[in-house]
């Protein structure tokens, strides 16, 4: 490395990407626990069955998912998979937060652990999958990011048509699991290529997540 390069890494330089990540995870966190409050509230607000989507897993990703796109203009996929396990975690603790401190309590601490567990997977998971759909080299990038966030709320579908029996909720869940890539993918063929992947995603994840959680809630 010459001279000149070695003086323009100045102590300032080196120090300022560390610096926006940590500002990026903040906000993140940040807007986590506002969104984690969301839900709650969101739970007493919405009538019926419908209260389940509040804190489904489907749409609590969807919060990580968002941060990674929103981080992917500027920052790298490193940091949007830190800044998906902040909104997460953020959102668990605004979530269980105001439902200690704003409702009756949180109760036991096995499903605040469990979800905070789920948090520091999901959270890099789904950063990563939004930062490929805005700014994928490739089209397989965009498309595995797209067809895992569908993916979840066909699991959701699959889980309030076998479990809940729930079916007007079943038929949002699985409209948005086709409004994903119909709306955010690119082309034509990236839809048909992200609709056809997220059946098995889905599958995968009911598979992954949904059936063994029933056994912990029974």
């Given at each position: 490395?010459?001279?000149?390069?070695?003086?323009?890494?100045?102590?300032?330089?080196?120090?300022?990407?560390?610096?926006?990540?940590?500002?990026?995870?903040?906000?993140?966190?940040?807007?986590?626990?506002?969104?984690?409050?969301?839900?709650?509230?969101?739970?007493?607000?919405?009538?019926?069955?419908?209260?389940?989507?509040?804190?489904?897993?489907?749409?609590?990703?969807?919060?990580?998912?968002?941060?990674?796109?929103?981080?992917?203009?500027?920052?790298?996929?490193?940091?949007?998979?830190?800044?998906?396990?902040?909104?997460?975690?953020?959102?668990?603790?605004?979530?269980?937060?105001?439902?200690?401190?704003?409702?009756?309590?949180?109760?036991?601490?096995?499903?605040?652990?469990?979800?905070?567990?789920?948090?520091?997977?999901?959270?890099?998971?789904?950063?990563?999958?939004?930062?490929?759909?805005?700014?994928?080299?490739?089209?397989?990038?965009?498309?595995?990011?797209?067809?895992?966030?569908?993916?979840l709320f066909g699991m959701e579908g699959l889980m309030y048509t076998w479990d809940l029996r729930?079916?007007?909720?079943?038929?949002?869940?699985?409209?948005?699991?086709?409004?994903?890539?119909?709306?955010?993918?690119?082309?034509?063929?990236?839809?048909?290529?992200?609709?056809?992947?997220?059946?098995?995603?889905a599958l995968l994840a009911y598979a992954i997540i949904e059936l063994p959680l029933r056994s912990?809630?029974?």
């Amino acid at each position: 490395m010459s001279v000149s390069a070695e003086k323009t890494r100045t102590p300032a330089s080196l120090t300022e990407p560390r610096t926006a990540t940590v500002t990026a995870v903040a906000a993140a966190t940040a807007g986590g626990l506002l969104f984690g409050v969301l839900t709650n509230l969101a739970q007493g607000w919405l009538p019926g069955a419908w209260n389940q989507l509040a804190n489904s897993g489907s749409v609590w990703a969807a919060c990580a998912f968002a941060t990674g796109a929103l981080l992917a203009r500027r920052g790298t996929l490193s940091r949007a998979a830190v800044g998906g396990v902040g909104a997460e975690v953020g959102l668990v603790m605004g979530y269980y937060g105001y439902a200690e401190f704003g409702r009756d309590g949180m109760g036991a601490l096995l499903f605040p652990l469990l979800w905070l567990g789920m948090a520091c997977v999901a959270g890099p998971l789904f950063g990563v999958a939004g930062h490929w759909w805005r700014r994928g080299k490739d089209g397989r990038r965009r498309i595995a990011g797209l067809a895992a966030f569908a993916g979840l709320f066909g699991m959701e579908g699959l889980m309030y048509t076998w479990d809940l029996r729930y079916m007007p909720q079943a038929t949002v869940c699985f409209a948005v699991f086709a409004l994903v890539p119909l709306l955010l993918a690119r082309t034509h063929r990236e839809r048909a290529l992200t609709l056809a992947a997220a059946a098995p995603c889905a599958l995968l994840a009911y598979a992954i997540i949904e059936l063994p959680l029933r056994s912990v809630s029974a």
